[in-house]
């Protein structure tokens, strides 16, 4: 089931994207016609590239960078990362998703037994990482899209978490299936929000983790109108605000996911911090789905088996994107693998013909 890489496509980042590491940190990507929105997970920005143009163009280029703090009012401090994990695109409003996760520390080489215990055993929270973003695309005649607090045509950027009693997190506070999880850290099988898809006025959100005894969870919510301008507020599905879809990836949590028609293409990989399997699903008939699903793995056929590297190179990040040759999928890695990274501002991701 291994797919040939069709071709490779290369970003190009400016300075202070390298210096912030976004470039070895791509968590979330979104196609939409010729320009690509990306996200890293350790900044709280979003970023613009182009194509650089031809039949095959083999690159994106002329970033342009977007706070998400000059957009929508953050529950955290302006520059505190938001850990986008997942971009989603309907029409003219962008939706990015942070992980809603907790982190614990890394133990480095340098650290001796006593530093590397220690650092172990603390775990941070941040305000900035509990959001669902709604952000308004202005696209005027000429110039490409761009993120703005409040578009021409009164539409405006919102999101959901600016105060943290109000974050999808609190939600899940009561939850027979996830509350254990929301005090565990990603790592850990915690709560890890890594996706995000459109199904018309609602949102799927994809979970990393935690797996529940081998099912990926995929959390359904509605977002609508807060009171509060700039604010967004849990909608209902009849008295919860959110639903739940149990997915049989084989023992796999959910990497990001993507739309392609009716159907949901969902990246799977390991909910840990641990090297591979990676697959592309499809669930056929996802947006048609009117109620909460156990989705078995008959329904969840694989469609790629993507390559990962030992340590690095973990596909984070999918897009589809339509070619005069058929539909492809953008693919693109966090921590890439040094024959990734081709110069210090270049990176390159992968391009695969989708069956």
Request: hydrophobic letters at 40%; aromatic letters at 4%; charged letters at 30%.
């Amino acid at each position: 089931m291994h797919h040939e890489i069709e071709r490779r496509m290369a970003l190009r980042f400016h300075e202070e994207s390298v210096d912030a590491e976004t470039h070895v940190n791509i968590s979330a990507i979104r196609g939409d016609d010729g320009c690509l929105w990306l996200a890293g997970d350790e900044t709280a920005t979003v970023e613009r590239m182009h194509v650089a143009g031809g039949e095959h163009p083999d690159s994106y280029g002329e970033q342009r960078t977007f706070r998400l703090a000059d957009l929508v009012p953050l529950p955290g401090p302006a520059d505190e990362e938001a850990d986008i994990e997942g971009l989603g695109l309907d029409g003219d409003w962008l939706w990015a998703v942070g992980s809603h996760s907790l982190v614990r520390k890394k133990v480095k080489p340098k650290h001796d037994d006593t530093k590397a215990a220690k650092r172990l055993a603390k775990v941070r929270d941040e305000a900035n990482r509990h959001i669902v973003a709604r952000l308004a695309v202005e696209r005027d005649g000429g110039g490409p899209p761009r993120l703005v607090r409040e578009a021409s045509d009164g539409r405006r950027s919102a999101v959901l978490g600016a105060r943290r009693r109000d974050s999808l997190t609190e939600a899940l506070a009561e939850d027979p299936h996830l509350s254990p999880f929301l005090r565990i850290p990603a790592k850990d099988n915690g709560i890890d929000v890594e996706g995000i898809a459109v199904k018309g006025e609602n949102l799927f959100l994809g979970l990393r983790g935690p797996v529940l005894r081998g099912w990926a969870v995929l959390l359904e919510i509605a977002p609508t109108e807060g009171t509060e301008a700039g604010e967004l507020t849990l909608g209902g599905f009849g008295g919860s605000r959110y639903r739940k879809h149990f997915l049989d990836l084989g023992g796999l949590g959910i990497r990001d996911l993507c739309p392609r028609g009716d159907d949901l293409l969902v990246l799977a990989g390991p909910s840990m911090d641990l090297d591979g399997p990676v697959r592309l699903h499809r669930w056929q008939g996802a947006t048609k789905s009117e109620a909460p699903e156990v989705v078995r793995s008959e329904q969840l056929p694989v469609e790629l088996d993507l390559p990962h590297g030992a340590g690095d190179d973990h596909a984070e990040g999918i897009s589809v994107m339509s070619e005069s040759d058929g539909d492809k999928l953008f693919v693109v890695y966090d921590s890439p693998a040094a024959h990734r990274v081709a110069t210090e501002h270049v990176v390159l991701g992968d391009v695969f013909a989708l069956p």
